[in-house]
């Protein structure tokens, strides 16, 4: 965005929906006494909302994008608020986890339909290599610090991550970019 001064290809819901990820985990670090969880997600929440200013400055239609900021900071304030007010202190630490949990395995989940897109067209462009070995890396790490201190909230959201990111590998493998052909050869 900063390079090209657009937002141009470039999707606004993503950054939303991983701001609302840290916003949870930080949340759920914070409630858990988790110096790791609270680290990690405070420094993503905080570059999120700098990528989410940084897309509203380069954006030429605001509304739409103001609008979505705002029906985040509502879905937050909502979420603390149910929380902290209706939830007992007793089943707050677990429901927030399974919340996480759920969110967290919707994104993970959520690039299948650009896998199915792949097949088809017999082609990884829609995909990214860097960002799928990100995910690896990522949900990895967390699923083995989840095994690591016995938290099922945090090691089951992120398998699906790791598994997510093997299949997008194998595409990678399979449908290798020289193989790409935007045309099907003539018969001989």
């Known amino acids: 965005m900063l390079a090209t001064k657009s937002v141009e290809n470039i ?3 993503p950054f939303l929906t ?3 990820n840290n916003v949870g985990w930080l949340g759920y670090g914070c409630l858990k006494g988790d110096g790791t969880l609270i680290t990690v997600n405070a420094i993503g929440a905080a570059l999120q909302t ?3 200013l940084v ?13 979505q900021i705002l029906l985040l900071l ?4 909502t979420g603390c608020g149910y929380f902290a007010l209706l939830v007992d202190t007793g089943t707050r630490l677990g429901r927030l986890g399974l919340f996480c949990s759920v969110f967290t395995i919707t994104m993970y989940l959520s690039p299948l339909a650009d896998l199915a897109k792949v097949v088809r067209s017999k082609s990884t462009r829609c995909l990214s ?8 890396v990522a949900s990895s790490s967390w699923t083995l610090y989840g ?3 016995h938290d099922p909230y945090i090691t089951v959201p992120n398998v699906p ?3 997510t990111s093997l299949v997008r590998f194998w595409l990678f493998r399979w449908y290798r970019t020289g193989q790409d052909r935007s045309y099907s050869p003539l018969p001989a």
Do not use: E, H, N
């Not at 897309?55 to 609008?67: F, G």
């Not at 509502?74 to 304030?77: L, R």
């Not at 290599?129 to 690896?136: D, E, I, K, N, S």
């Open 11 to 13: 999707q606004f819901l």
């Open 18 to 20: 991983t701001d609302a």
């Open 50 to 52: 700098l990528y989410i």
């Open 55 to 67: 897309y509203l400055y380069y954006s030429p239609a605001k509304r739409p994008v103001l609008l």
């Open 74 to 77: 509502a879905v937050v304030v």
């Open 129 to 136: 290599f860097p960002l799928t070995v990100t995910t690896f």
């Open 147 to 149: 095994l690591q201190m």
């Open 161 to 163: 991550g790791v598994v």
